[in-house]
């Protein structure tokens, strides 16, 4: 009995997933990038709906603003590559947008979601996890 208990708890545990979508075209890692929010490069940060666009990732890195806040940081990070990695050009940055200058597609800077055009990739654009620490950020996979 009690190695069916065990069995089943292992299962259980093993089948617990995440809600988080993985982007299925970009398996890059990028080495942590740590920036100071009071670096010049970074002022299109300081109101809602600003954006900076750092060196980084597969064709640069774009942070947004989205205005929120409290216990959770208000900065977004995609990788400026086009999803359907038919472009040599990073996408174009037009808040709330990134659009993909090659095949039109259109992605939120909110969340990387595919606003319009067609995407041969689930999960959109290449999101970065940002983590606040006073007036640094830090940048990871």
Do not use: H, W
């Not at 205005?67 to 472009?87: I, Q």
Request: glycine share 10%; with cysteine; charged share 15%.
């Amino acid at each position: 009995m009690k190695k069916v208990f065990y069995f089943l708890l292992c299962v259980s545990v093993l089948s617990c997933g995440s809600d988080i979508t993985t982007n299925s075209c970009f398996q890059n890692t990028i080495a942590p990038i740590t920036l100071d929010l009071s670096n010049p490069q970074l002022n299109g940060l300081i109101t809602p709906n600003g954006t900076a666009t750092i060196a980084g990732g597969l064709k640069g890195i774009v942070l947004f603003n989205k205005g929120t806040g409290g216990s959770f940081t208000p900065y977004v990070a995609l990788d400026r590559e086009c999803p359907n990695r038919d472009c040599a050009a990073p996408m174009i940055v037009n808040a709330p947008i990134l659009e993909c200058s090659c095949d039109g597609s259109k992605y939120s800077l909110l969340n990387g979601s595919l606003v319009s055009g067609e995407s041969d990739c689930s999960g959109g654009a290449r999101r970065y996890t940002v983590i606040q620490n006073g007036n640094s950020i830090q940048i990871t996979n």
